[in-house]
């Protein structure tokens, strides 16, 4: 049996606090979160480059790639799973559970 407690979901903004292409960071449980859009959805993965310590929110969000641009050395991060695709980096962030309706955008924490 498992002693650990169910993660919490999180309201992190309305849906409309974020424009269609924006990335913002948010803090959550003690992490920083990066909330993007693409279109009509959200994504939130780990903020932090995999590469280096840098915040992937302050980046580019690329709406056709449906990924997030490291501002420091142009690593993309794949928001709906959080993996590397180009380099310098390799490690893959995490990606969080989001969940959107009248009342917000919500994230549920994967544990790392």
Do not use: N, Q, Y
Request: hydrophobic share 40%; net charge negative; aromatic share 6%.
């Amino acid at each position: 049996m498992s002693t650990e407690s169910p993660a919490a979901r999180v309201r992190l903004c309305g849906r409309d606090d974020l424009g269609d292409g924006e990335a913002r960071c948010f803090a959550v449980e003690g992490r920083r979160v990066a909330l993007a859009r693409v279109g009509k959805e959200f994504f939130a993965v780990d903020d932090t480059c995999s590469h280096a310590d840098f915040s992937l929110s302050e980046g580019d969000v690329d709406v056709d790639e449906c990924a997030l641009e490291c501002p420091a050395h142009g690593s993309l991060f794949d928001l709906r799973t959080g993996e590397a695709l180009t380099l310098p980096a390799v490690v893959p962030v995490l990606a969080h559970e989001v969940a959107v309706s009248d009342d917000g955008v919500f994230v549920t924490l994967r544990e790392r």
